[in-house]
């Protein structure tokens, strides 16, 4: 049972490192809506309490993954690694099919034009 809990929180922490990290990115990608927002700081206490986190997060999660035998590592590794991938995959599709739907919606407008 340890075992187990070791592998579930072990990569529960390493997961949430992406969203952490996605927090630096909100005062870049949305300007006026993050100065809006009902709690704010500044970038570079943004950043500092984001490096903490994330330095945190991945030693907590070594210490329990680093307690596991080789052969489930090595899972966690491939896990992880698949999930990247999917995510890049599925990522792209749906870019590139909103892209598509909106050519398409634009060359149907265009046309009712003429």
Do not use: W
């Amino acid at each position: 049972m340890t075992t187990i809990s070791q592998l579930g929180v072990g990569i529960l922490l390493i997961s949430s490192i992406f969203p952490v990290l996605s927090a630096v990115q909100l005062p870049r990608k949305y300007p006026e809506l993050y100065r809006k927002a009902p709690f704010t700081m500044k970038p570079s206490l943004l950043y500092t309490i984001v490096v903490i986190a994330v330095g945190l997060l991945a030693f907590q999660g070594y210490l329990l993954l680093s307690r596991l035998s080789a052969p489930l590592i090595v899972g966690n590794i491939v896990l992880v690694a698949a999930s990247i991938v999917y995510v890049q995959l599925v990522g792209k599709r749906r870019i590139n099919k909103q892209a598509s739907n909106a050519a398409e919606s634009n060359s149907h407008d265009f046309k009712l034009l003429q």
